[in-house]
């Protein structure tokens, strides 16, 4: 690996960070984990939580970034 390597993945992986960052802050405001999709039933002894809708947006946005990083 050559310096120009280590560069271009030191830049990708501090953005990578960074935008993960940003999303740990603007978690509240983001609604992720309640989207229509989402799957919550319990009651006060146990709670079941399969969250459906933000597992495929995620993957999508994951996705997408992925691919944009990917093209030569």
Not at 46 to 71: D, E, G, Q
Request: proline share 3%.
């Amino acid at each position: 690996m050559n310096w120009i390597e280590t560069g271009k993945f030191l830049i990708i992986a501090g953005t990578v960070i960074l935008v993960l960052g940003l999303l740990f802050v603007m978690s509240d405001h983001l609604q992720l984990g309640r989207l229509p999709g989402d799957i919550r039933f319990g009651n006060d002894r146990f709670r079941i939580y399969i969250p459906v809708a933000t597992c495929i947006l995620v993957s999508v946005i994951i996705t997408l970034i992925v691919n944009f990083f990917s093209r030569k």
